[in-house]
């Protein structure tokens, strides 16, 4: 069930709402009692929605959330460290092992399928293309939505208790709420034990935070449904074409627009995650933070999926040594860490180098090319040399196999293109009034008048501006879903 569907905006997300908020009017004085009904509500109001997806998904996710509760609850009772060690590694190799036969096991079917019986293309095309050729007979395993981002939710909150971070939740409903809570479910954020364990048992509610919610969700859903979309139907139209007759100019707008979309598509989620939670008291950390006004490749990876970000350097990084054992050892942490998060986003060598693709940039960086951004002064150039940098790693991202990827990153550089293939075959009267705003409003305009709006957010006409902001984009957003108008939303493949 997508956030940006008539089934959510018009049945679910209203009935949560208003029987979450019917739940405050019982005749219950201990608020002790008020949260815990409201926590059940929440949780079968979560199954239900993660359920719409297909029956098979929810027992995967329940069997997660017993897998984990248990292991913590045997760790709680464990005395010595090193069965307290055991458990956390054997409740983690659950966790991982259920990942790696959803996420992964058709992947490595297709290349030993391509190693026994290569293509006419020859055995390197046969495997990075992961076509298979179904000889070994296996059915393909159909990946459950979201299963990256709760399955790293249960595995943080395992280490924590480990940690002694945070207390072990004995309560199972408690836990399967902070596993399932369906704002976050399916893209995140990723969302640590330790931040939600005392909004489990208490949270604030009222006027002023559901409208902070509301705005959010608002601003969120227009990211998502006005120009997200919008540029994907470009995006898709240039990745469907003939990638070898594409021109420069070609490539480079089939680029920009997946740069924009992803950014667009994924923010306006975890926007919509955001303002939900605060619907129902719920405070998640930011996911972004203007990422493509970073100033470097460091810079862009503390701006863009920071939950993610977070999790690999307080469960991977850290744990590794960070960068307290010199260089060389700093240098192979990052490659690692950065391996892992490729190889977190998908079953595809496209995804691997991706991810070893911004190793080599950070490890760049961190080595000599890093004090040289810090000391020049015309930081838009690190600006530019930042988008390029990574606008070029969302080409491999969006690439249906690495073969391709190169082959679009050399049509970027060095297309001659075809009449067939021209830019104007590709524009379009609604790229033209999106594709502006869009660059605009990735976090330049809000960088530069941050300081401005956070001064007069008070007064009383930016309020009115700002409510019917929010209103015109709800109602554009829901005319356009109506009119059946291209709706993906990316990050349900991870």
């Not at 930011?286 to 990876?301: A, D, G, I, M, Q």
Request: aromatic content about 16%; proline content about 3%.
């Amino acid at each position: 069930m997508l956030f940006s569907s008539m089934i959510f905006l018009w049945v679910f997300l209203p009935a949560v709402i208003l029987i979450y908020s019917l739940i405050n009017l019982l005749p219950i004085k201990e608020q002790e009692i008020k949260i815990r009904v409201k926590n059940i509500f929440l949780l079968v109001a979560s199954l239900f929605f993660y359920a719409w997806g297909g029956i098979y998904y929810l027992a995967i996710m329940i069997f997660t959330i017993i897998a984990d509760y248990t292991g913590a609850l045997l760790m709680d009772k464990a005395s010595e460290d090193k069965k307290r060690r055991l458990i956390m590694a054997g409740t983690l190799a659950i966790n991982i092992a259920i990942l790696f036969f959803f996420k992964y096991f058709n992947m490595v079917i297709a290349v030993i399928e391509s190693i026994m019986a290569p293509g006419d293309a020859g055995l390197l095309a046969s495997v990075f293309t992961l076509e298979g050729t179904g000889a070994l007979g296996f059915p393909e395993i159909v990946l459950p939505i979201g299963i990256s981002f709760f399955t790293f939710q249960a595995m943080s909150y395992v280490v924590d208790v480990y940690r002694r971070k945070c207390d072990v939740q004995k309560d199972v409903l408690d836990f399967a709420l902070y596993i399932s809570l369906f704002p976050q479910l399916i893209a995140g954020p990723i969302v640590q034990y330790s931040d939600i364990e005392k909004q489990l048992r208490g949270r604030q509610e009222g006027f002023e935070k559901f409208s902070a919610g509301v705005k959010r969700f608002c601003y969120g859903l227009g990211k998502k449904v006005i120009i997200a979309n919008s540029l994907a139907e470009c995006a898709d139209s240039i990745w469907a074409s003939d990638i070898g007759s594409l021109g420069t100019a070609t490539a480079f707008l089939g680029a920009v627009c997946y740069t924009l979309q992803i950014y667009y598509d994924f923010s306006g989620y975890s926007d919509m995650a955001i303002g939900l939670g605060k619907m129902l008291g719920f405070e998640f950390r930011e996911n972004f933070n203007y990422p493509y006004t970073s100033l470097s490749v460091r810079e862009f990876w503390r701006r863009w999926h920071i939950s993610l970000s977070s999790w690999f350097r307080d469960y991977v990084y850290i744990p590794l040594g960070g960068s307290r054992r010199g260089l060389n050892r700093t240098c192979i942490n990052l490659v690692i860490v950065f391996l892992l998060t490729g190889i977190w986003h998908g079953a595809n060598f496209t995804f691997i180098f991706w991810g070893l693709y911004y190793a080599v940039f950070l490890l760049i960086e961190r080595l000599f090319l890093g004090k040289y951004l810090d000391k020049n002064p015309v930081k838009v150039l690190n600006v530019v040399y930042t988008f390029l940098v990574v606008m070029v790693g969302w080409i491999f991202f969006r690439s249906d196999n690495i073969i391709q990827g190169f082959e679009f990153t050399g049509q970027l550089f060095a297309g001659a293109g075809s009449v067939d293939n021209s830019i104007l075959n590709f524009i379009s009267m609604r790229l033209l009034l999106v594709l502006p705003p869009a660059l605009l409003l990735s976090g330049p305009v809000q960088r530069l008048l941050e300081k401005v709006y956070k001064k007069y957010s008070d007064n009383i006409a930016v309020k009115i501006v700002d409510l019917c902001i929010q209103m015109s984009l709800l109602l554009v957003s829901i005319v356009l879903i109506v009119s059946g108008t291209y709706n993906p939303f990316i990050y349900f493949q991870f």
